[in-house]
């Protein structure tokens, strides 16, 4: 383990060292720190017993203060016979390297992260082959091992038995036939529970001179919670018409620019509206001549103000006099703010 001869650059990266004379007939003890000698002679202790070559990454401090990575490599010297007689030691600055794949685990981590968060899994399909690969995290929304055949036919085992047959037909004749992007919305079963997941699958197809399509890259995101309440609002929002519709009273609900959001039937009989349909046009439009002071009540309540129950004489447009008991309120929405009024 004692060092014949020595590179220039060598001394730098001992403690003291400036001549690489100044190292011959020196063991890694004599100009190392001791954890670092430790790790030297035994990888060099490998070398001698291995009879081969034997590397390892090692991070060395410099003169200069500065840290810097090297392969460092033991490559075993033959004598005339056969037998091992010495070493030769090579160690290449791998710093940039090391520091740039740092990086990229960081990148490659952070993406992780980022795909798990938004359940945004990654795939790449080889058309011509039918095979896919696929992320961790599309793994872990599709719910299936490293051991599940990744077919075609694999993934559409995957999609929801009502939607199979569509999803089929829009892969086959609107992304292969037509060489559209794929862009979807579908079921899909979950392999490790047997759970209905929504997902939306996009994906880039790629095509050869001839252009045919060869491969597909792209994403599928788990949107079951989007579409969970999406369903759920849509239900909210039926209920709430159907109760408005079905009201005993005249009964109208607005939004801030006054327009229809919902109206009862009997809202439609006392203003002898028929069957016009209200919903989205202005209060104004419908009735245009309300006067300037009802507006004014309207600007109040859309201000958070409450109107109690009080009775108004109405002109309408024919010239007839209409008698109405109302009341006007603000309705809010999730946040507290006012979304709107209700017309009683």
């Not at 007689?85 to 740092?102: K, N, Q, R, S, V």
Request: glycine share 10%; hydrophobic share 35%.
């Amino acid at each position: 383990h004692v060092i014949l001869a020595a590179s220039r650059s060598l001394p730098n990266f001992t403690e003291s060292a400036k001549q690489a004379s100044e190292l011959e007939g020196k063991t890694d003890y004599d100009i190392h720190p001791e954890a670092i000698a430790d790790v030297a002679y035994r990888l060099e202790s490998r070398a001698f017993a291995e009879g081969r070559r034997v590397n390892e990454h090692q991070q060395l401090p410099t003169q200069d203060g500065a840290q810097r990575w090297f392969d460092n490599r033991k490559y075993p010297i033959n004598g005339p016979g056969g037998e091992i007689i010495g070493l030769l030691g090579i160690a290449p600055d791998i710093t940039e390297h090391m520091e740039a794949d740092g990086r990229l685990r960081e990148s490659e981590e952070s993406l992780r992260q980022a795909q798990r968060i938004a359940g945004l899994g990654s795939y790449f399909l080889n058309i011509l082959s039918g095979i896919w690969t696929s992320s961790d995290i599309l793994d872990e929304i599709f719910g299936i091992e490293r051991a599940y055949e990744r077919t075609v036919g694999g993934w559409q085992d995957l999609i929801h038995p009502d939607d199979r047959s569509a999803m089929n037909v829009y892969f086959q004749h609107e992304v292969l036939g037509r060489g559209k992007s794929f862009d979807k919305e579908y079921r899909i079963i979950r392999r490790s529970d047997g759970a209905e997941r929504w997902v939306h699958g996009m994906g880039r197809l790629t095509f050869d001179a001839q252009g045919r399509p060869v491969t597909m890259h792209g994403t599928i995101q788990d949107i079951t919670e989007r579409k969970q309440v999406e369903a759920a609002l849509r239900e909210s929002k039926e209920l709430l018409q159907l109760f408005i519709g079905h009201a005993p009273a005249a009964l109208a609900m607005l939004d801030r620019e006054m327009r229809y959001l919902a109206a009862s039937r009997r809202w439609l009989e006392m203003h002898s509206l028929g069957d016009v349909d209200i919903i989205g046009r202005s209060h104004y439009e419908v009735f245009s001549e309300i006067p300037e002071s009802w507006r004014e009540e309207h600007r109040r309540c859309l201000a958070g103000e409450t109107l109690e129950m009080s009775e108004r004489e109405r002109t309408r447009a024919d010239g007839s006099v209409q008698w109405i008991r109302r009341e006007i309120l603000p309705w809010r929405a999730g946040d507290g703010s006012v979304g709107g009024i209700v017309i009683f």
